[in-house]
C-alpha cells in the first residue's frame, strides 16, 4: 500500500446513540463547504475548488466535485469528522456500506456461535458403520446414564433418522437451547392440558 494514501476511519460502532450524520439532514454539506459558485459555462453550472485557492474550475455535478475532493482528502476527513458527515468521496459509501455488512455477519456469526455447539471443523468425521454406531449407542448411554432402552425409543430413533438425512454436518443444540426447547414444550403440554381439563360440568338441580 503506497504510503500516501488516505482512508477515511469508519466507525461501526453505535457510540452517537441516536445522532445522525449531517447527511441526514443536508445530503450536499461537504460541497457546499469546499466549493462557491463559478460563472457559467455554455449555461452550465460550475464551481470553483475553496481548498485550490479559488483558482479551480469544475462541473457542478456532485460526483466530480467529490472526486476532485480526492486531492483534499486530509481536511475533507477532518472536516467529515468534525461535523460528522459520512464521506462522500467516491469509494468511501461502498466501504461503509461494506464494514456495516460485515459487522452485521460479525454479530450473526456470533449469536449462531452462542446458539449451537459446532463440532471441531479439523476433526476428521469417523466414517460409519453398524458396529461403529452401535458402539457409539452404548457410550451415550453409559456416558449419560440412559435406561438400557433408550435407544429403542421412538423419540431416539426419529432423532437419528432426521440426523441421517443431513448432507452438511448437524449444528448440535446447546444446553442454552436445550433448556429454551424444554421449557416451551412444557409450557405448551401444559397448555394444551389446561384447555383439555377446562370443561364445565352442569350441577343438577334439585
Request: proline share 7%; with cysteine; hydrophobic share 30%.
Amino acid at each position: 500500500m503506497h504510503k500516501d494514501v488516505q482512508v477515511q476511519p469508519i466507525d461501526i460502532s453505535d457510540d452517537e446513540g441516536d445522532v445522525k450524520p449531517l447527511n441526514a439532514s443536508n445530503p450536499i454539506a461537504d460541497i457546499q463547504h469546499f466549493f462557491t459558485d463559478a460563472p457559467r459555462e455554455n449555461n452550465k453550472p460550475r464551481k470553483f475548488c475553496n481548498p485550490c485557492g479559488g483558482g479551480k474550475v469544475l462541473s457542478a455535478e456532485h460526483t466530480t466535485l467529490r472526486r476532485h475532493m480526492k486531492k483534499h482528502r486530509g481536511i475533507y476527513y477532518k472536516w467529515a469528522k468534525d461535523n460528522n458527515f459520512d464521506s462522500m468521496i467516491p469509494g468511501d459509501p461502498a466501504m461503509r456500506k461494506k464494514a456495516a455488512e460485515d459487522a452485521k455477519k460479525k454479530i450473526q456469526q456470533t449469536q449462531m456461535d452462542n446458539h449451537f455447539e459446532k463440532e471441531d471443523p479439523t476433526t476428521k468425521p469417523e466414517r460409519y458403520s453398524d458396529e461403529a454406531f452401535s458402539a457409539a449407542t452404548t457410550e451415550w448411554i453409559v456416558q449419560t446414564n440412559q435406561p438400557i432402552q433408550a435407544s429403542e425409543h421412538p423419540s431416539f430413533k426419529r432423532m437419528i433418522n432426521l440426523a441421517a438425512q443431513a448432507t452438511r454436518g448437524i449444528a448440535i443444540p446447546s444446553r442454552k437451547q436445550n433448556r429454551r426447547n424444554i421449557l416451551r414444550m412444557f409450557k405448551q403440554r401444559m397448555k394444551k392440558l389446561k384447555k383439555r381439563l377446562n370443561v364445565r360440568f352442569d350441577l343438577p338441580s334439585h
